[in-house]
Antibody, heavy 117, light 107 residues
Framework: QLQLQESGSGLVKPSQTLSLTCAVS??????????WSWIRQPPGKGLEWIGYIYHSGSTYYNPSLKSRVTISVDRSKNQFSLKLSSVTAADTAVYYC?????????WGRGTLVTVSS | EIVLTQSPATLSLSPGERATLSCRAS??????LAWYQQKPGQAPRLLIY???NRATGIPARFSGSGSGTDFTLTISSLEPEDFAVYYC?????????FGGGTKVEIK
């Protein structure tokens, strides 16, 4: 059974770069024609889509975050990653990775990232 | 960007009652709309996709309807485990947005 697990730094200083990885286990990240996505949720608030990377390698980002976001995939390690630059306190959130065909049908458990000095 | 507006923000009901949740899009999304359920401390779970199709393992008491700009999620008879926050989500032209959520709470 496919599972997703986020990992990375839980505390990032303002103006620095947030880096997270999503490990895919129980199956190959390259099979099935899926896209691989990041979504975040500030404490007590709703969901915000960050972006996704297609199985082809093409990426699509939320226009409001596009200038700061990079999503990449490492097929040899069966994982994909998120980098968000120039973070501020507004980027404090639970970050989820998710699999998407047309909708998000499989999610990681999420990881809290706090931006603070 | 397509904006999804969910109403009401909070729905207070008792177990066994019927829940009707609304999601309105700022422009047509055809039938490309999904519903998710999120419980505290958990990731969201896909309930409904393409407006009216139940995802794998989702009980029949959950149903979705609508197309274009107006969509509804109905829970026919609330079970204790259904009290949660529900989000709608659309995908169109490479973009993707979520609604602000509806909290279904115990009355």
């Amino acid at each position: 059974q496919l599972q997703l697990q986020e990992s990375g730094s839980g505390l990032v200083k303002p103006s620095q770069t947030l880096s997270l990885t999503c490990a895919v286990s129980g199956g190959s990240i390259s099979s099935g024609g899926y896209s691989w996505s990041w979504i975040r949720q500030p404490p007590g608030k709703g969901l915000e889509w960050i972006g996704y990377i297609y199985h082809s390698g093409s990426t699509y980002y939320n226009p409001s975050l596009k200038s700061r976001v990079t999503i990449s995939v490492d097929r040899s390690k069966n994982q994909f990653s998120l980098k968000l630059s120039s973070v501020t306190a507004a980027d404090t959130a639970v970050y989820y990775c998710a699999r998407m065909l047309r909708y998000f049908d499989l999610w990681g458990r999420g990881t809290l990232v706090t931006v603070s000095s | 960007e397509i904006v999804l507006t969910q109403s009401p923000a909070t729905l207070s009901l008792s177990p066994g009652e019927r829940a009707t949740l609304s999601c309105r899009a700022s422009q047509s999304v055809s039938s490309y709309l999904a519903w998710y359920q999120q419980k505290p401390g958990q990731a969201p779970r896909l309930l409904i996709y393409d407006a009216s199709n139940r995802a794998t393992g989702i009980p029949a008491r959950f149903s979705g309807s609508g197309s274009g700009t107006d969509f509804t999620l109905t829970i026919s008879s609330l079970e204790p485990e259904d009290f949660a926050v529900y989000y709608c989500q659309q995908r169109s032209n490479g973009g993707l947005t979520f609604g602000g959520g509806t909290k279904v709470e115990i009355k």
